[in-house]
């Protein structure tokens, strides 16, 4: 092989390692990020089990944000589950599934061995957060 094939065949590698690497982190840090809620209506103390901002769409625009930057990676862009976590999309609108989401994010998941499959988000994002993505994840709705 002459030089120039090869510099081509290294520079080919590089460029198609470094482009497939930036697709790998493409669903951002596996720490969950912050949710800035600023412009709901605060919800206190007691935790609710039906979502309070249904039909709000300041709370699908936040909420769409907090599940792109935290939910995504598991239960995929757009709410479209690739295998490795329930498609939400199917989850049961109303207060049924409100009651089963917000149980869920709250308290995460576990396997029969005690093995998480879904971290509890509970101490780390606020009730208006947690609604917010219910609210998002409720537009993306399939029957």
């Keep these: ?22 697709a790998i982190y493409a669903h951002g840090d596996v720490t969950p990020q912050p949710i800035d809620t600023a412009g709901l ?9 039906e979502n309070p901002y249904r039909g709000n769409d300041l709370a699908k ?26 498609d939400l999309r199917y989850l049961e609108k109303g207060k049924v599934g409100d009651e089963w989401f917000i149980e869920r994010i709250r308290h995460g ?26 609210t998002f994840i409720e537009s993306q709705h399939v029957d």
């Design 1 to 22: 092989m002459n030089a120039a094939r090869l510099f081509v065949a290294i520079a080919a590698c590089w460029l198609f390692a470094s482009l497939t690497t930036r």
């Design 41 to 49: 209506d605060p919800l206190g103390d007691e935790w609710r089990t």
């Design 61 to 86: 625009s936040i909420g769409a944000s907090g599940y792109n930057q935290n939910c995504a990676r598991c239960h995929g862009l757009e709410v479209i589950s690739g295998g490795l976590a329930p």
């Design 109 to 134: 998941a576990r396997k029969s061995d005690g093995a998480t499959v879904m971290p509890a988000f509970e101490p780390i994002f606020s009730q208006e957060a947690m609604w917010a993505i219910r």
